[in-house]
């Protein structure tokens, strides 16, 4: 299909730039004490909503391609989303199928991988998100392919256990320990085989960085899972029951790595002839490890000796860099994004984000692949983010994105520009009420200012967000308030800022409006009609 764009007849856009503003984890939640958006002193926002262009869109579920409307959507697929234009289906659903057809132990990868392990008396290792947030990864897909192994005669079976206390309750480890236990110890039981958990730690300390923010964090995961150094424990359960005991304010997702021990050994060290797979479909936060398992020539840290292994994702965490080389399910293969038509159409825009959320405004948007689609006519800049947790600088880099957008729109060199406010989402996960507020408010106040630019330059901004989060702070249950670390099932607003408005458009009688929608909003503002298969935009123009 070609990647041309019509101009549309009706409509004239404006001298200057669109702007689109994502406000990550913002969502449209309950009018009370729960809602940081709803708390917090938000004077831009609160005008913003009242806008007779302002909506809600659907965020999650399978309006972004997941499997059911219980799933909450995370920043990958509502980033894939907005950048797309329509809806294909995502890792999760991919993988739940895959299983389901038994396809994915069909593959000659799979096969490899059991076979390797059977003739070399090696063990198979599965390293990952123990939880069933269903955003990076699911336990019922894990245990799946841990019985379908015991069926396959595999004998020897390792658990690297990431928590989660994220996208699900803070302190929930405890819960998917024994669940992942009782489904190692029937297989063992029954058929007499060795299968453990072997290693651990909390997902923002071990592991499972992104974007290169830390690699501290991958290493003290690869000295855990590969080389069996850090604190040991004769249980994952005795760890985590161990850290909570020790620092009763502790969290999961911060929990420090641990290795399980036996008889002053490693339970579970991966080493030569053994078969790895990182059992995360999404990929963000499972690039930096599948690197350090794969690449000849690394340098990020010592890694002492890379085992000879036969390495998989779940999927390609990177459809441009092929990361990793080995995967069992093939990810969505989003064509002919916005980004991509813009180019054809000789647009220059720009991406900005600070560590956490770039990614999301580059690689996601653009369908998950890295790099410019045109480097002639883009520009993408990233503010380093701070390493230390969220909640004691709820500011984050705000103010520096702020800054930078400004002086790209004051450039005139480009006529779209998007950015991400990591804030809402990033602190939201901390659970820390104070910290969420002063997020939200941050982010107001930035917005305020990036208006007044596009005002003065005759430009329109379209402010919305990818999910929710900071909507829910804490639920109440049985009178005690309980934490919510992770995102909501909540929509997210939506509102055109256009100051120049003359009433041209007015917002379409969409029986459902979703993040998938914008991409067409966008291409109309810019003064073109949308690509066929685009769903639809939310405006519609008055006849001329």
């Not at 959507?73 to 234009?85: D, I, M, Q, R, W």
């Not at 069933?132 to 004998?155: P, Y």
């Not at 779940?314 to 991509?340: A, F, Q, W």
Request: hydrophobic share 40%; with cysteine; proline share 4%.
């Amino acid at each position: 299909m070609s990647l041309e764009l019509k101009k549309l007849k009706k409509f004239i856009p404006r001298e200057g730039p669109v702007l689109l503003i994502i406000m990550d984890g913002v969502g449209l939640g309950p009018a009370d004490g729960t809602n940081a958006v709803y708390v917090a002193n938000t004077p831009c926002l609160d005008q913003l909503f009242k806008s007779e262009f302002f909506t809600k869109l659907k965020a999650h579920g399978t309006a972004v391609g997941l499997p059911t409307d219980e799933d909450m959507g995370n920043s990958e697929v509502g980033h894939n989303a907005l950048g797309a234009g329509r809806v294909f289906a995502q890792g999760a659903k991919l993988v739940n199928n895959a299983i389901k057809d038994r396809s994915i132990f069909q593959t000659e990868l799979w096969k490899n991988m059991v076979r390797r392990v059977k003739d070399n008396d090696g063990v198979f290792h599965f390293i990952g998100l123990l939880s069933d947030g269903n955003v990076h990864s699911h336990i019922d897909q894990l245990f799946a392919m841990v019985k379908q192994l015991a069926a396959s005669g595999v004998r020897l079976v390792r658990v690297h256990a990431l928590l989660d206390g994220r996208d699900v309750l803070e302190r929930s480890a405890l819960t998917y320990i024994k669940q992942t236990e009782e489904v190692l110890s029937a297989i063992n039981s029954e058929k007499g085989y060795d299968y453990r958990i072997a290693s651990g730690g909390g997902r923002m300390l071990t592991t499972m960085d992104r974007y290169n923010a830390d690699w501290r964090v991958v290493k003290k995961g690869w000295d855990a899972h590969v080389r069996g150094d850090a604190r040991r424990f004769t249980s994952a359960a005795e760890a985590v029951e161990t850290y909570y005991e020790e620092d009763p304010s502790m969290t999961d997702q911060y929990m420090d790595s641990f290795v399980v021990e036996d008889a002053g050994q490693p339970v579970g060290r991966i080493t030569d002839g053994d078969s790895v797979v990182f059992f995360n479909f999404r990929g963000d936060r499972a690039i930096e490890i599948s690197r350090a398992f794969e690449e000849d020539d690394f340098d990020e840290f010592d890694r002492c000796a890379r085992p000879a292994v036969l390495y998989a994702g779940m999927m390609e965490y990177d459809g441009d860099l092929h990361i990793p080389s080995n995967y069992l399910v093939k990810p969505p293969r989003i064509n002919r994004t916005i980004s991509e038509y813009l180019c054809s159409a000789g647009i220059t825009m720009f991406a900005v984000s600070e560590t956490q959320k770039f990614g999301h405004v580059t690689y996601f948007w653009n369908g998950n692949k890295s790099g410019y689609v045109c480097e002639k006519l883009e520009e993408y800049d990233e503010i380093p983010s701070d390493k230390i947790q969220f909640d004691r600088a709820p500011e984050m880099k705000a103010e520096e994105i702020t800054i930078k957008v400004i002086e790209l729109l004051n450039s005139g060199a480009f006529k779209f520009g998007r950015l991400n406010f990591a804030n809402c989402d990033m602190v939201g996960h901390t659970a820390h009420p104070t910290a969420i507020v002063t997020a939200v408010e941050t982010v107001d106040s930035c917005i305020r200012r990036l208006l007044a630019i596009i005002k003065k330059m005759d430009g329109i901004a379209i402010i919305t967000a990818d999910h929710g989060n900071a909507d829910e702070m804490f639920q109440m249950k049985n009178g005690k308030r309980i934490s919510k670390t992770a995102h909501t099932l909540n929509p997210v607003p939506f509102v055109i800022y256009d100051p120049g408005y003359t009433g041209e458009y007015k917002m379409a009688p969409l029986k459902s409006r979703g993040l998938t929608n914008v991409a067409a909003t966008i291409l109309n503002l810019l003064g073109y009609e949308k690509p066929e298969d685009y769903d639809p935009s939310l405006i519609t123009f008055a006849a001329k």
